[in-house]
């Protein structure tokens, strides 16, 4: 379907529906455009979470057991 026959069938729908597909179209570009933006952000620190001692600190310890104290 192309964009001018969806934006036909949309202005065809009652004025709630068409509301509602508006938010949720938002919804959908918002959180792709925050995944994108983390995945620069991971790409972008990857090599100093590899090699930055601070970083790494804890990560001999990562399949240690962890008992919360009470």
Known sequence: MRTDEIIKEIQRLP?????????????????????????IAADALEADYKSDKELTAFTNIDFEDFYEAR
């Open 15 to 39: 004025i709630q529906k068409r509301i509602l597909v508006i938010e949720k179209a938002i919804h959908s570009i918002r959180k792709h455009e925050e995944r994108n933006e983390m995945l």
